[in-house]
């Protein structure tokens, strides 16, 4: 996706439109006022209701049978109460003896005998046999034998006589709780009850016109009620309604919002590629420039300046054809102790004058003098400053060679510098494709 496309996609933003709360409103106050109005109703009804009543001798005869009416309700609720928990009582007593009983049967079951006393009266008959002497050794051995084992099952017979104690026990039990529950009656109650409700009964039918008409006016009070609370529910859904609407317009518009912010994002990530693949694109159109462009017209200026019968070749239209490069990246010169700098515009900048002083007659020395940018140049190509006449020569010569040697290696160096730069903008044609890829 281009910068171009995105914004043509943020200006085709959907607009999302505030939902209208008016209607909600205009709807709310409506029903508020039918609810004034039923409030007005109700009102008077409860007026009518208010009005209506009974003599006060016969609203307090009613209201005193009414209180005891009440007071009898809480009495039968305690008698059966109270019945209730006997009855209770009565079921647990009669299941714990119904399982005594079961285990005196289970034990009783393997013999005869329903009691030691009878295990007694058989004992004595079978002693009465052996004492006789009419039995043989066999049987003798037989009897005395059997009688060893009445004797043991009657010491078993012990525990189910006191096991029979406590059957005895829960029967007395269960017939004193019988006896207590017959006790408590609600005959007598319900007795008063009944009539104390045919008092009622009878005041109520002579007053029938009166509570009937009273029972219209509560059943209409009621109605209306009911109405109000329809109206109050519609409120509620009308409330809950713009309330889910407008929920939906704030998850909408924080979406947009969201939605502009990865546009924002995606936007400012591909006008950062662009810069730079303009910036690449201008390297790449300097890039095209033949290389060493400006030490090479450095150079033949240098030589243009040191031997005046140089020819300057033509110069090329790229860039800039002075010698004079950024003194900010220019290495420092040394000047040697002779060397003379000048700041002011000469006749020429290689000469050699001499100059007499006042009443002197002995010749004046020879000045060599070299212009500041001269310096600067020489500095930026690495070449000694010729620090005398003599050493014009040896620059001249420094300055050829390194013409010849720049120029052998230009077109080398051009296409070098032609390549890095494609390289660079082929590499943010990836970084851009791969961007849009994931947008």
Excluded: W
């Amino acid at each position: 996706m281009s910068v171009e496309t995105t914004k043509a996609t943020n200006n085709a933003r959907r607009f999302i439109k505030r939902p209208d709360d008016s209607i909600m409103k205009t709807e709310v106050s409506k029903l508020r006022k039918e609810i004034e109005k039923l409030d007005l109703n109700i009102n008077e009804l409860n007026n009518q209701i208010n009005k209506i009543s009974i003599d006060s001798t016969t609203n307090s005869k009613k209201q005193e049978l009414q209180k005891e009416l009440k007071e009898l309700t809480g009495k039968q609720a305690t008698i059966k109460n109270e019945r209730t928990t006997i009855m209770d009582q009565i079921k647990a007593v009669d299941t714990q003896l119904k399982r005594k009983v079961g285990e005196i049967q289970q034990q009783t079951s393997k013999n005869s005998f329903k009691s030691t006393k009878e295990i007694d009266g058989k004992i004595d008959q079978l002693d009465r046999l052996v004492s006789g002497g009419s039995l043989s050794l066999a049987e003798e051995r037989k009897t005395v034998k059997e009688m060893t084992a009445l004797r043991k099952l009657k010491k078993d017979f012990g525990s189910i006589e006191k096991q029979q104690e406590s059957i005895d026990q829960d029967k007395a039990k269960i017939a004193e709780l019988k006896k207590k529950l017959n006790s408590i009656q609600n005959k007598e109650v319900q007795s008063q009850y009944e009539k104390i409700q045919k008092e009622l009964d009878t005041i109520r039918n002579e007053n029938k016109s009166v509570y009937d008409k009273k029972g219209s006016l509560v059943t209409k009070r009621n109605d209306l009620r009911k109405q109000k609370d329809s109206k109050y529910d519609a409120i509620k859904k009308l409330k809950s309604e713009f309330n889910e609407e407008f929920s939906s317009f704030k998850q909408q518009l924080n979406e947009e919002k969201k939605k502009r912010e990865e546009e924002y994002k995606i936007q400012q990530e591909q006008e950062k590629i662009l810069k730079k693949k303009q910036l690449a694109e201008k390297q790449l159109e300097e890039a095209s420039k033949p290389a060493f462009e400006t030490e090479i017209n450095s150079i033949h200026n240098l030589l243009s300046y040191f031997d005046p019968s140089y020819v300057k070749p033509q110069p090329k239209k790229f860039g800039n054809e002075s010698f004079i490069t950024n003194t900010s990246s220019a290495r420092t010169i040394e000047m040697p102790d002779d060397v003379v700098i000048l700041k002011k515009e000469e006749k020429s900048y290689l000469e050699g004058t001499a100059k007499k002083s006042k009443n002197s007659s002995r010749k004046s020395k020879s000045r060599f003098v070299v212009a500041p940018d001269i310096i600067t140049a020489l500095g930026d190509l690495s070449i000694p400053l010729p620090t005398k006449q003599e050493d014009v020569e040896g620059t001249v010569k420094s300055l050829k060679e390194t013409l010849s040697a720049l120029e052998s290696k230009q077109d080398e160096q051009t296409k070098a510098n032609i390549e890095k730069a494609k390289a660079k903008i082929a590499a943010l044609d990836s970084e851009e494709a791969t961007e849009d890829k994931e947008n």
